[in-house]
């Protein structure tokens, strides 16, 4: 992380990872999702990112960084200018977009905004899960109470996901990170909060909601269920309360669901566009970059490695 202040306060951060591939030396945002943006106050926006370029292309020569941004980003004009300013070579192309929800009016307007199918289908579960048990929804702030990391961990041994990672001998490495960064942000900036909706089955804590919320956004970061109640439709139901609960609380301005997978349009159809600017440091660079960049290499390269 990268965190630029004065003698009074902190001005911006820029949280990135520096790796090696097969172009040499590599800088990107830690994840492409939700952590993908310059966190720099408005005032020290201009300076912050040439401080940046300073530092990673002059300071640690690196050759190559890519960073994931709104279309739409205030950091992207200054981005530029300084890509120029430090003969660095760039590349704009659209990547996945955000779905989000507006908080601007209330649950009871939302609802009507939605289709009968969709009141409906959430009626039908709600049925589905009381044939089934005692079942409750319960919102907790990740920084209190000592069993949440515990609950959150075993819904998800007990998710689809934990069987694709079992079979690949692999594991959701994001999770982890996600949960030692919000508790360290939380202890760090009082205007961060890590929030987390459960749904108990009987006593049994089948499914869950791990969002950040943070300047008056709502980041839903992860859902996961255990995949034994899958016909509950336990995930769609515990996004469903949380975004109602969000709407009462009046706290966001809106939920980012940080991607724009088609499922999420049960709750809005609004997407905000996103763009990769690559850049890249002396032509030669330049060119194999852009040699990599290209699909057919690229399934090449996935056939070799």
Known sequence: MLV?????????ALIV?????????????LHPSWCSEFLFEEKYRDECIKLTFDFLFDNLK??????????DSP???PLIQQCKSHKVHFRITPIMGHIIVPLTSNWAEFQKSRTKHHRRTFARIEKKL???GSWQTSYNEGNVGANIVERILKVEGKSWKEKYYTKRNASDWTLRLLL?????????????RWSVWFLTLNGKTIAYQLANEYKEVAYFLKTSYDEQYQALSPGAFIINTA???LFDKKQNKHIDFLTDFPYLQTWSK????????????????NVLQYILENPLIQRILQFVF
């Open 130 to 132: 009381s044939k089934a």
């Open 75 to 77: 950091n992207l004009r």
């Open 243 to 245: 975004i109602h609960e």
């Open 270 to 285: 609004k997407c905000v566009l996103r763009i990769t600017i690559t850049l890249t440091k002396g032509n030669i660079s």
């Open 62 to 71: 690196i050759k190559f960084a890519r960073f994931d941004l709104p279309a």
């Open 180 to 192: 030692n960064a919000s508790q360290l942000q939380t202890r760090t900036d009082p205007s961060f």
């Open 17 to 29: 990872k520096i790796h090696k591939n097969i172009t040499g030396r590599y800088v990107e945002f």
């Open 4 to 12: 630029f202040s004065d003698t009074q306060a902190i001005l911006g």
